[in-house]
């Protein structure tokens, strides 16, 4: 498939700093915020590139359910992907009609309670990429009668030269149509189960950035590594599809992330794709040549120490995000441009030194606003998201950690 290049946003950063500083000029740092205009410029950047198939919420990048209610609320978006079977259940009584859970759940106490709860039962779908957590599940449901929903995980990674190489998450062991069937066959087979979809999650290209700055050699081959991964996948996952549907009838085949939307709803055996970063467009998610959003949550960190020439310190920042430990796992000092880390230092528990010629014009009080590498990681550290419109705080809406809600 023929790589599409979206047009650069003409947005200026710059534009924001003053109305951000406006806006919460009542607010102590350090606090997050969400920028309205540009979370739901990014949902309907989304709805447009999913090109008329459903769009999926994956929870997890947003993790408040206010916007998580926001978003839903927008044609062109259709269920919850949740990542724990507890936080499945509590959107269910909130109120989500359709949960899928994205990953295989251990949690007894949450089976037993799906098992028991028929408004549950419908709402939400549980998943499995083994027969032992089938068994795990039957020995846990406790006196519960009621099916339960199944989706079967399907291993997306590319293993060229007869599987010698390996490109992608190592998630699902079923890679080949007749493992997806058979573990399929099985979920069958059992009454107190309902097979009713398939996901297939391409992190190398959903995941992965083909445009990072500064490297072109490297974003050339993850361009040339992501064409053949995808049309590999695209080919295995039709027969997979086709496999699975002469076992039952499925009511979805999930697919991709906010990195491959394009890419994957162009597969005629995909029914919806999953994206939840591109909402809030955090840093990781600059470098794609398919589409450009609009950085939507930020958080603002007080300047409490001038050091020096060059040199504020400011309270808080150690804010990494999952995944390979390294510089790009870091929050990104954003607002006024111009500020970096000390390479000695970096982003601390309680400060966080940063230089650069624009601290010389900051005060002690003023805010650096930072971009999480990642999104939904962020409402982690914050209880609570103020809403910024134009130059106003609009609203502010609890995190899943301001509802008192840690599901991991």
Known sequence: MASITAPRS?????????????????LDAPFAIVDVEAFRAN??????????????????????????????????????????????????????????VAYPSTDRAAYAALAADPVA?????????????????????????????VCVDIDCSWQPFGGRVRVGAHRSPLHTPDQVADVAEQVVKRPQF????LMAYEAQIAGVGDAPAGRALYGRA???????????????????????????????????????????????????????????????????TSFSGRPAALFALPVVRRPGMGWVSVLGGGYP???AAGRDRLPTPYLPAGLAYDPQEGPGEVQTPLRGAAADDLLIGDRVWFRHAKAG???ERFDALHLVEGDRVVGTVPTYRGEGKTFL
């Open 194 to 197: 309902h097979l009713v979809g």
């Open 43 to 100: 949902a309907a950047d989304l709805v447009r590139r999913a090109a008329g198939k459903p769009v999926r919420i994956a929870s997890k990048s947003v993790r408040c359910l206010p916007l998580l209610r926001e978003a839903l609320a927008t044609d062109g978006f259709a269920g919850v992907m949740a990542f724990t079977l507890p936080e499945a259940l509590w959107l269910a009584a909130e109120g989500c009609e359709d949960v899928l």
């Open 10 to 26: 003409t947005h200026r950063p710059s534009d924001d700093r003053a109305r951000y500083d406006r806006a919460t000029a009542h």
């Open 121 to 149: 039962a419908a709402r939400v779908t549980v998943m499995v990429d083994d027969v032992a957590q089938l068994d795990f599940i039957d020995r846990h449901r406790g006196d519960g009668t009621e099916r339960i929903r």
């Open 377 to 379: 990681e962020l409402c």
């Open 222 to 288: 993850i361009r040339f590594m992501q064409a053949r991964a995808g049309a590999e996948l695209a080919a295995r996952r039709a027969e997979i599809v086709r496999a699975v549907r002469q076992v039952a009838e499925l009511e979805f085949v999930n697919g991709g992330g906010t990195g491959s939307v394009e890419r994957t709803v162009a597969e005629p055996s995909v029914t919806e794709v999953a994206a939840g970063s591109g909402l809030y467009q955090p840093r990781l998610f600059d470098d794609y």
């Open 321 to 323: 995000a999952s995944g």
